[in-house]
Structure formats: structure tokens, C-alpha cells
């Protein structure tokens, strides 16, 4: 099916619509400059870091907080260069971005099947709905009991709820995005035969791209959330162990590096899927 087929059968006032489901509306005049340059954001984007970092600095040398509440930037530094000539920290950040990108792929999956069950089927919408939004309401430490039960100590408890909190973003936000396509579209691609898989691939996959990779996004950042959960099955590597192991020895230097590596690797891998969109993007709409 042709663009100029399809608008020879959309009406004029639903060619707006199709052309921002394939990506063809308008950019307003000035769209790809000032603020929006990659350049521009991410010098922005550390001005408050580095705000944080001064005051930071500020505080623990004038000693208005003590250095056992808050230790100096340079302390942090300190543990970590330990920690690194020993060979614990990439052993503890390796396993915890294993972790992570293992539940964070088995739950996008799983979640992605799911959301086209409920989000292109009534009978699937009215079976699952229920259920999964009751699941939704349970907290992640809840489910750390029954995993320990079921599955033993090990890493399939680990990744299975980190898996359990990748799952409900990509689940919620495709499903929704499926539920809500125009339409006006859909029957435009019925008018041309398209049914079923085809009509999915040409019409509604394209429409609902920004929502999928919006869900990814959302449950990778929830997959680091997890993660500290996942470590605390009774774990004696990763990024989670080393935050607990280092509250109950009172090393609080090495409780804000753990802090600051998480944030990084989140930024990191969050990072790589803002990548992947822009491919998608260009791929797909």
C-alpha cells in the first residue's frame, strides 16, 4: 500500500493523523536546533551535577556535615580505586549488569506478547486485565519469599524479579498504545485487504513504535530499581549486595559509590536505548 494510495482513501481530514502515525508530519521551523542540539543537551544536562558535586565538596570541607554522615567526592574516589585494585568492583558491576539485562530482556518479551494479546484482543483484554493490574499492586519485596521458595537461592530468583519489574511498563504502555490507534487507519488498511499480521505490520506497529520504545525505556529503568531487591536474595556479589554489605559495615563512602554507579549505568544503558529509537524511528515511521 502506496502513500499515494492511502491518500486517495483517507479523507482529507484524517491524513494529519496517518501521516504522524508514519512519521511524515511537519517538524516545526527551528526543530533540530537551539536547545534540542545533542551538544546543547548534554552540557545542560550536567549543569546540575556538577552543582550537586560543588556542593557537595562544599559541605564536608567547611564541616558543616561531618565526614560519618557524608563523606568528601574524594573519599567516594578513594573506595572505589580499593575496590577496584582488588578486582571486586568490575566483579560486582559485570554481575549486576548481567542481571539486569537479563530480566530486562526476558520481561520486555514477555510483556511485549502480552500488551498485543490485550491491546489487539477484546477476549484477551476482559481475561487478563483484571488479573495483571492486581499483580501490578505488589511490591517488588513481596515477591522475594515465594522466589526464594519456588526457585532457591540463586540467579533464576535474581532475574526472574528483575523480569517481574520490566514486565508492567512494557505491558501498560504498548497495551494502551494498541487499544488507541486511530481507527480511521485501521480501516484504511482493511479497504486494502490487509488483515491480521499484515494489517499489524503496515498500520499499527508503526503507529504504536514510540510507545514501545517509551515501555523499554520505562521497564529498563525499572530493572535497576528491581535490582537492589533481586541482590538482597541472600546475594554475595553485585552492586545491591555491595550497598546492603556496606550499611551494615557503616561505610557510607562506599554506599554513595554504589549510589553513583547505579545512577551511571542506568544513564549508560538508557543511553544505548535512546540509540535504538532513533533507528526504530527511522525503521518503522
Given amino acids: 500500500m502506496t502513500d499515494l494510495d492511502q491518500?486517495?482513501?483517507?479523507?482529507?481530514?484524517?491524513?494529519?493523523?496517518l501521516?504522524?502515525?508514519?512519521?511524515?508530519?511537519?517538524?516545526?521551523?527551528?526543530?533540530?536546533?537551539?536547545?534540542s542540539r545533542p551538544a546543547v543537551r548534554v552540557v545542560a544536562g550536567l549543569v546540575l551535577p556538577l552543582l550537586i558535586l560543588g556542593a557537595w565538596q562544599y559541605v564536608?570541607?567547611?564541616?558543616?556535615?561531618?565526614?560519618y554522615r557524608l563523606p568528601a567526592p574524594a573519599s567516594v574516589v578513594t573506595a572505589g580505586v580499593e575496590l577496584a585494585q582488588r578486582g571486586e568492583l568490575w566483579t560486582h558491576?559485570?554481575?549486576?549488569?548481567?542481571?539486569?539485562?537479563?530480566g530486562f530482556a526476558i520481561g520486555s518479551v514477555i510483556g511485549l506478547a502480552v500488551a498485543g494479546i490485550v491491546g489487539l484482543s477484546r477476549l484477551g483484554d476482559v481475561l487478563l486485565s483484571p488479573t495483571l493490574a492486581a499483580l501490578r499492586a505488589v511490591p517488588s519485596l513481596a515477591w522475594v519469599p515465594l522466589l526464594i521458595l519456588w526457585m532457591q537461592i540463586g540467579?533464576?530468583?535474581?532475574?526472574?524479579?528483575?523480569?517481574?519489574?520490566?514486565f508492567f511498563p512494557v505491558y501498560t504502555t504498548v497495551a494502551s498504545a494498541l487499544r488507541h490507534v486511530d481507527p480511521q487507519l485501521v480501516e484504511a488498511g482493511r479497504s486494502f485487504s490487509l488483515r491480521g499480521w499484515s494489517l499489524f505490520r503496515v498500520v499499527q506497529l508503526p503507529a504504536v513504535i514510540p510507545s514501545v520504545v517509551s515501555g523499554l525505556r520505562l521497564a529498563l529503568a525499572q530493572a535497576w530499581l528491581f535490582l537492589v531487591a533481586a541482590e538482597l536474595i541472600a546475594s554475595s556479589m553485585g552492586l545491591g549486595f555491595l550497598l546492603t554489605d556496606s550499611q551494615n559495615s557503616g561505610r557510607v563512602d562506599r554506599i554513595l559509590l554504589s549510589i553513583v554507579l547505579l545512577a551511571l549505568l542506568g544513564t549508560l544503558t538508557n543511553g544505548v536505548l535512546a540509540l535504538v529509537e532513533k533507528y526504530l524511528l527511522r525503521r518503522w515511521t
Fill in 7 to 17: 491518500r486517495a482513501i483517507v479523507p482529507a481530514d484524517s491524513r494529519d493523523a
Fill in 19 to 35: 501521516d504522524v502515525a508514519k512519521g511524515e508530519h511537519r517538524r516545526p521551523a527551528g526543530a533540530g536546533h537551539g536547545w
Fill in 60 to 67: 564536608t570541607a567547611t564541616g558543616i556535615v561531618p565526614p
Fill in 93 to 102: 558491576i559485570a554481575i549486576s549488569v548481567q542481571r539486569v539485562l537479563l
Fill in 155 to 166: 540467579e533464576e530468583s535474581k532475574v526472574t524479579l528483575i523480569a517481574i519489574g520490566a
